[in-house]
């Protein structure tokens, strides 16, 4: 076993075992690893490859890059890329290779992401609102909130946030920042706090955050253009496994799954199939793979994790 650089803590891997028994499937085959994070994942795999397989791991944190290539520095089969996980064509271009036997991804952000105070994904207090997962980008959760118009945020509030009192929350954020734009993680939260009662409010924040995040990353474009793009690219017979953390995410993996497995737009009534669209994909059963009691009670970040699988055909 090789000797791997103890550094301190950054994320911990979810449904670990899971992800090694359904895509752990050549041991000299080509990864491609499109949220490479603190590299958790990363390291079960090449414990297990060989030295002929290529693991190609991708993120647009830098940071997270800077983390990964220490702790993997004993193996010298890994690709590191900074870019967009959809970005796959330029990542193996980068790599010197054309088609990945296995395309893994494990959506949202690291542990030491949202423990970083200074990267504002958290709702703790006098945090400033940022939430780009790539400092190279310009736009943050602020600007997004000094700058959309009113119907542009309830309509990221409601769609990427499933927010009930959307339209209040928008009108009362337009009104404020006329007196004092919203910079930090209080601003937002006492607006909030206004528009929604009781206990209600708890949930809110979680939305609400989450839909900024989502705007400011291009988070379900980016996963949906992955998608079709990962497809096109895997060798038959290939694995694409996706981990996602809510149902927004959860929902379009599923979907796309299921239109590829079976994508016929035929009236049923038809007794042949006559649109000519041929299944790209079987789904791997169980159709959804969740963590265990026992892995949510050691590491609670995993329990609204949902796991999907599908090979090529
Ligand atoms: C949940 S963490 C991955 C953790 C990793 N599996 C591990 O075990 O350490 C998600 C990572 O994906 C990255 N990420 C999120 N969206 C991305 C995208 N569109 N392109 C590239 N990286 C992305 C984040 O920066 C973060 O580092």
Redesign the pocket.
Known sequence: MKKVNKLPF?????LAQEVLHYLLINPDGIYY??????????LLFLQKLTSQALYIG????EQ?LEY?RRRLSAFHNVVYYH????DIGSALQAANCSRPDVIFL?????SH?INSDQRGFAFRPHIALDMR??REQALTAADILAEYEEKDLIRIFKEYGEERHSRRIARVIVRQRSEKPLRFSDDLISVIERCVPGKQKIKSYARIFQALRIEV?R?LD??KE?LEQGLNYLKPGGRMGVISYHSLEDRMVKNFFKEQENPCTCPPELPVCVCGKQPRLKRLRPWLIIPTEEEIKKNPRARSAKFRVGEKL
């Open positions: 950054y994320h911990e891997p979810v690893d499109g949220t490479l994070g603190g590299g958790g994942h990363a991708v993120d647009r944190d997270a990964a870019g967009l996980y959809n494990d959506l949202g952000v690291s992401q997962m790539d990353n988070e980016i996963l992955a």
